[in-house]
């Protein structure tokens, strides 16, 4: 029997739900850090990541394995333990993978963080985490990250060391860490906690992803299954890998898991990645509706050889059945769509499901053991067909956030089902329909905004009274945001970038300031005298551009 070790932080599955899942061969009793050493021992000369980043470097599973036993070394003889949290800051490079494989083999938490993420969400991710260690990049697209660090590390008592890739400053470099590998006496169990991944958050503050081992692999192999991934997979990632998406849907590790090829684009646009499906043979990729229109757009008159690629998967935010119906005749290979979540439950299309069920559903989950509810307002179902609320509860869809049990009340039902806040329609095959969101959230082409954060830093303005902020549709990223505001009555006027530059100089990521601002004298109300949402997002469907919008 396998015990939780390091899960006192969360709500972890009734234990008849455990044992269910490992009957039913789910959860095999398998780590991260195993499933490498096995794969090394397999075929230690595959390459297993390439990261064409400056001069091209190419690491075989027996150097990744090696690198990642010595880096795990290295951070435990400074001190680094079984289920201390370590915010892992890192774009698309071999480190990030050595990192977070050495932080698995010693049965720490990476936290995965944004390369967008600037000082207020990195600050909250390592003092409520009470992280020991914080990983950057010196720079990275332009961005100081060791200033940065200087500050958070300087306000955050229980951060004790700051890894840098790169010239590190007054930090360590990641470089000098690695070291021969020692027997610590702990081995990390399948049933423990192997990352905190980011929920994309309705509150001021991102809520965190408590995913165990046994439960994450569980959902690469079903994903790896669905998606055809192989030991000849060729998988690039070209959005941030520390989105749950390009990580395990299948994402690499899922092509990590079938010994396949990780290929790590630095950037997401065509010029450079078509030029890395050309050279490194790439078969598949995963990418947001935005991007997706663009390979779209490109694709017919690029001069880059795409013929290597056999699948694009598009997820993350809804895509219409327009632009889904351009993707093959442009690309020319197979579409599948993925509906799916942090927390855990994900929807892929089928490779034999037909063409009309592709370009105009977003999948079934992956489990036969994935169970769906579609509810009305009083969570009772609705008949087949109906759009509803979407519950659901599964061998990979965690049962609460790390440390949050009031917000765990909310997001859960007392039988433990996730509440997700989409709202979608069943079709007969259970293939679901993403028709909108009952949670206030903006899905900026695949990112996701609360809108409280936003709003939070915008009242801080001593002219502002209030403020709504609310996404709008926008035809290539899906939704763009408004700021409503109220100024105090009295206050000079404010021009719209006077709002947006001071949610930038707040430091959050770039994606959450504004797109537009427009002052109004008050919100829509609703009955019980609270601003509506859903009115304001109507208003602004049927207004058009208001003169001091900007
Ligand atoms: C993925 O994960 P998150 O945690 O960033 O966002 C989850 C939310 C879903 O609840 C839904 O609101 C939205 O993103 N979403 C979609 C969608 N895929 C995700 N909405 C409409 N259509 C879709 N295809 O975004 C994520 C995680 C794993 C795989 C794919 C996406």
């Given at each position: 029997m396998t015990t939780a070790f390091l899960n006192p932080d969360t709500p972890t599955w009734p234990a008849e739900f455990a044992e269910r899942y490992r009957a039913a061969g789910?959860?095999?009793?398998?780590t991260f850090g195993g499933v490498l050493s096995e794969r090394a021992a397999a075929h230690p000369d595959r390459v297993a990541v390439v990261d064409p980043a400056g001069t091209r470097r190419a690491w075989t599973y027996a150097e990744l394995d090696e690198r990642a036993s010595r880096l795990a070394a290295g951070f435990a003889a400074r001190?680094?333990?079984?289920g201390d949290r370590v915010v892992v800051q890192l774009p698309n490079i071999a480190e990030f993978i050595e990192v977070v494989f050495a932080l698995f083999r010693i049965g720490a938490l990476p936290v995965y963080a944004l390369p967008a993420h600037r000082e207020t969400e990195i600050g909250y991710f390592c003092s409520f985490t009470e992280a020991v260690a914080y990983v950057v990049p010196e720079r990275h697209a332009g961005f100081d990250h060791l200033a940065l660090a200087s500050r958070v590390k300087e306000r955050t008592p229980t951060l004790k060391h700051v890894f840098v890739v790169g010239e590190p400053g007054e930090h360590t470099a990641l470089s000098d860490v690695p070291c021969d590998p020692v027997d610590t006496g702990h081995t990390p169990q399948p049933g423990d906690l192997a990352f905190l991944q980011l929920s994309g958050g309705t509150t001021g503050v991102p809520k965190l992803i408590p995913r165990t081992h046994d439960d994450y692999i569980y959902s690469l192999r079903g994903s790896n299954e669905i998606c055809g991934v192989d030991g000849d997979t060729r998988f690039l990632v070209v959005l941030p890998a520390a989105h749950n998406f390009p990580m395990s849907s299948p994402g690499w590790l899922g092509a990590l898991y079938a010994g396949g090829t990780v290929v790590l684009s630095p950037a997401p646009d065509p010029a450079t990645a078509f030029r890395l499906v050309e050279s490194e043979r790439v078969t598949m990729t995963g990418m947001v509706p935005p991007l997706a229109i663009l390979w779209s757009e490109a694709a017919p008159a690029t001069a880059h050889d795409l013929s290597s690629l056999e699948l694009i998967l598009v997820g993350g935010a809804k895509y219409s059945e327009a632009a889904a119906r351009r993707l093959e005749p442009a690309l020319g290979c197979r579409l599948m769509q993925v509906f799916g979540m942090a927390e855990g439950l994900v929807n892929y299309t089928r490779l034999d499901d037909d063409y009309e069920t592709v370009v105009t559903t977003q999948g079934r989950p992956?489990?036969?053991?994935d169970e769906i509810r579609v509810v009305d307002d009083e969570d009772v179902d609705v008949p087949q067909g109906d759009y509803g609320h979407l519950l659901t509860r599964g061998p990979y869809t965690i049962r609460g956030y790390w440390r949050a049990p009031q917000h765990n009340e909310r997001s859960f039902t007392e039988e433990g089902f996730y509440r997700t806040g989409d709202i979608v329609r069943r079709t007969a095959t259970g293939h679901l329909v993403v028709e909108g969101r009952a949670k206030d959230q903006i899905n900026r082409g695949g990112e996701k905004i609360a809108p409280e954060e936003i709003e939070n830093i915008i009242l801080s303005h001593p002219s502002v009274h209030d403020v709504s902020v609310v996404g709008v549709a926008d035809d290539y990223l899906g939704e763009r945001t408004l700021a409503y505001v109220i100024l105090r009555s009295g206050t000079e006027p404010l021009k719209p970038a006077a709002i947006k530059r001071l949610v930038r100089e707040r430091g959050v990521a770039a994606y959450k300031v504004p797109d537009l601002v427009e002052f109004v004298d008050a919100f829509p109300q609703t009955g019980i005298g609270k601003v509506s949402k859903k009115g304001l997002r109507s208003d602004t469907a049927s207004a058009g551009p208001a003169p001091a919008r900007s």
């Open positions: 789910h959860w095999r009793g398998e001190g680094i333990a079984p992956i489990s036969q053991d």
